[in-house]
């Protein structure tokens, strides 16, 4: 029947719900619309998809759409799907890196103040375990940034001394802390 018809004559019998020339219309642009399609996309599955929806499409809407040419038409709607479904995938992709992005945020975000919570604990237990002299000058010099003189004029010790109870805990620091510290 339909190898015979012109494209023209098959648009009119489709508008009549004449599955046999819905079916040489299938026949006769399957192929090219999937050629088109695959060298868009590059995937066979999806190629197969687009096209099996672009003729879906045709058969429920075969009495709602005005085709002029039938070529030109189906070439043209299988353009916009490609389209259409590109711009879908971009969507999907920003939306996964976004999301992978932001858990990998919070997660180092998280780990990061585990560690400073686990690290300001083991610091408060090393001071508690220094003299409270020592303890003192080390928390004025590096928590409270006042210089060896001013904290010598404070605690009314000489500077020389001031430098000693820093050196003891920063001593005391580095052997209660070892596991904290990076090979870096």
Same mark, same amino acid.
């Given at each position: 029947?339909?190898?015979?018809?012109?494209?023209?004559?098959?648009v009119?019998?489709?508008?009549?719900?004449?599955?046999?020339?819905? !079916?040489?219309?299938?026949?006769?642009?399957?192929?090219?619309l999937?050629?088109?399609?695959?060298?868009?996309?590059?995937?066979?599955?999806?190629?197969?998809e687009?096209?099996?929806?672009?003729?879906?499409?045709?058969?429920?809407?075969?009495? &709602?759409?005005?085709?002029?040419?039938?070529?030109?038409?189906?070439?043209?709607?299988?353009?916009?799907?490609?389209a259409?479904?590109?711009?879908?995938?971009?969507?999907?992709?920003?939306?996964?890196?976004?999301?992978?992005?932001?858990?990998?945020?919070?997660?180092?975000?998280?780990?990061?103040?585990?560690?400073f919570?686990?690290?300001?604990?083991?610091?408060? &237990?090393?001071?508690?375990?220094?003299?409270?002299?020592?303890?003192?000058?080390?928390?004025?010099?590096?928590? !409270?940034?006042?210089?060896?003189?001013?904290i010598?004029?404070?605690?009314?010790?000489?500077?020389?001394?001031?430098?000693?109870?820093?050196?003891?805990?920063?001593?005391?620091?580095?052997?209660?802390?070892?596991?904290?510290?990076?090979?870096?």
């Amino acid at each position: 029947m339909g190898k015979f018809l012109t494209d023209e004559q098959l648009v009119i019998r489709l508008h009549e719900s004449n599955k046999q020339a819905f !079916e040489e219309i299938y026949d006769r642009y399957w192929y090219k619309l999937f050629c088109i399609c695959y060298h868009q996309l590059g995937s066979k599955e999806e190629s197969e998809e687009l096209v099996h929806d672009i003729f879906e499409s045709l058969w429920y809407k075969r009495n &709602e759409t005005a085709i002029r040419n039938l070529s030109t038409y189906l070439v043209i709607s299988i353009k916009y799907r490609i389209a259409n479904f590109i711009k879908s995938q971009i969507t999907w992709r920003k939306y996964r890196e976004y999301m992978i992005l932001n858990k990998i945020h919070e997660t180092y975000s998280t780990e990061e103040i585990v560690r400073f919570s686990d690290l300001s604990k083991a610091v408060d &237990e090393v001071m508690s375990r220094l003299p409270e002299k020592t303890s003192r000058v080390f928390q004025l010099s590096r928590f !409270e940034n006042q210089s060896v003189k001013d904290i010598a004029e404070e605690l009314h010790i000489s500077e020389k001394a001031v430098e000693y109870h820093i050196t003891k805990s920063l001593k005391a620091l580095k052997e209660g802390l070892w596991m904290y510290q990076s090979n870096n």
